[in-house]
């Protein structure tokens, strides 16, 4: 399967098995996705953080290129990888740019069908004690040019980074990402 193909398939994996948990879409255009969710999560801050690092535990194996979780894995240190490697292939998903330890994770991500455009992406995991429990917020910010058509695009990202933090969600609370 040429490059092309994979991300088309890519694309359409993300369309057809999007979850209904949204984020705040703050603003979209073609030249940029701005997505914000927001979720309570009955655990301390120090457990949701280090679930963050976690990936191959929470990330849907159907949103990998190699279709199985246990493929990924992100190296919780600046310079670090979130990587996914398998006998056919390896893919650089994003790479760590900030920790700050039981409060925020940041990588530069351009994922999926978005990597190939060329784009600039940052994916911001904020985590922060509230109510006896932990607010976890999950930005995503996508610029490039005005012919990437990101506009387009937003939904299904939106659909798939909602799966992703809501299975991190429920591995925090419950051991497992899948309801």
Known sequence: MNFRNVAAAG???IVLTTAP???EVKSTAPDHIQLLFTERVAAP???VYAAIGQIERWWS???SYSGDA???SLSMQ???CFCERWAGGAVEHGRVVM???DQ???LEAALGPVQALGVSATLTFLVKAEDGGTTLTVGYRVNGSSASGLDKLAPAVDGVLGTQVQRLKRLVETGKPAA
């Open 11 to 13: 694309l359409v994996t």
């Open 21 to 23: 948990a949204h984020a």
């Open 45 to 47: 801050p120090a457990a």
């Open 61 to 63: 194996g159907e949103h």
């Open 70 to 72: 246990a493929n990924l």
């Open 78 to 80: 600046p310079g670090g």
């Open 99 to 101: 920790l700050l330890r």
């Open 104 to 106: 925020a994770v940041r």
